[in-house]
């Protein structure tokens, strides 16, 4: 399953210049295969690694550490996983789920279901009526200022960074993928109930091999660790000074690509380690273009390259800006929507 947001739009509505996006749009079978090893078998081999450590009594220190490496692939493999649901891995439908569906697994996280989500968060990013679908929350000014007191202090611990980077993605990645979203169609409840057995199946198996207590003595630390850095990669794609947001009556679809969605200008190992998704303008603009093919997309169409980027540095201002300020256009944090109340 393949789709694009930009689709909504006509034909004459396209820039000129989308098209040369199109040769980048195409799987390579080699580049994908090279790429799933060099993620997938140092993964299985760090979690080995940090079997090894436990069981010979090791320093619990050094399996942390094993553990950090083998957290940057779980990012990796989840990148791998998200092109699957958009269909730009492999060439075909059928290897695009199963290998998904493989991924998924490893990543506690099921296909059908998150693909469905996160499909909704392509057709509705940047609009602001129809938010909700795969995004995190976010409120406007407005909607702050009219909410009772209960839903604002949601709001606000929804918003905190200790809870949105701490015990958030551990609440996502292991309990609330273990449930299918609201809304979701058979293929999607199934998807779930499948990825709970593979999980499961995973459990049983290394639990009569090395032991329960070691089993989580060496997953758990790699899930703790790569869901902060995960939710803080999706976080600065659309949660960033300058973003764009508009009611669905003004709503553009390229606008959206262009300047709602974020390139994230990582540092080289960041970079491989997140699949390249800090170019998300460019994935936004064709989600149908592979990962290993986005920096070179950016690179070799100019029109992209007008997009401003975001450094690892300047990131972390994106920590203040909790609230959409419809009047002014902009991102600002609460104590500034409180000045203006």
Known sequence: MSFNPVLIATAAQKPEWYAATDPFARPDRRKSAWQLANTLVPYLLLLALMVLSVTRG??????????????????????????????????????????????????????????????????????????????????????????PFLKRLAYRLYRNPLLMFGIGPAYYFLLRNRLPSSGGKRADRLGV??????????????????????????????????????????????????????????????????????????????????????????????????????????????QLQAVRPITLGGSLECLGLDLYDEEERRMVGFRQARKRA
């Not at 996983?81 to 998904?100: I, M």
């Not at 869901?227 to 390229?254: E, K, T």
């Not at 390139?263 to 998300?280: C, E, K, M, T, V």
């Open 58 to 147: 090791l320093s619990y220190g050094l399996t942390l550490l094993l553990g950090a490496a083998a957290a940057g692939l779980y990012i990796r493999l989840f990148i791998i996983f998200h092109d699957c649901t958009h269909g730009s891995y492999l060439a075909t439908p059928r290897w695009n789920r199963n290998l998904g569906y493989l991924c998924g697994v490893l990543t506690f996280t099921p296909f059908h279901d998150w693909r469905r989500s996160h499909a909704g968060h392509h057709l509705s990013a940047g609009d602001l009526d129809r938010r909700g679908l795969g995004d995190i929350t976010l409120m406007t000014v407005a909607e702050y200022h009219a909410a």
């Open 193 to 302: 109930l499948y990825t709970n057995l593979g999980i499961a199946a995973i459990v049983a198996a290394a639990s009569l091999a090395v032991g329960f207590r070691t089993y989580l003595l060496v997953q758990l630390p790699v899930v703790l660790m790569a869901g902060p850095l995960g939710i803080w990669l999706f976080y600065v794609q659309h949660q960033f000074q300058g973003v764009y947001w508009a009611r669905h009556a003004q709503w553009d679809p390229w606008r959206v690509a262009m300047e709602g969605a974020s390139y994230y200008a990582l540092p080289g190992a960041l970079r491989w380690i997140s699949g390249n998704i800090g170019f998300h303008h460019v994935h936004h603009l064709r989600p149908a273009i592979p990962n290993y093919n986005l920096r070179p997309c950016h690179q070799q169409v100019p």
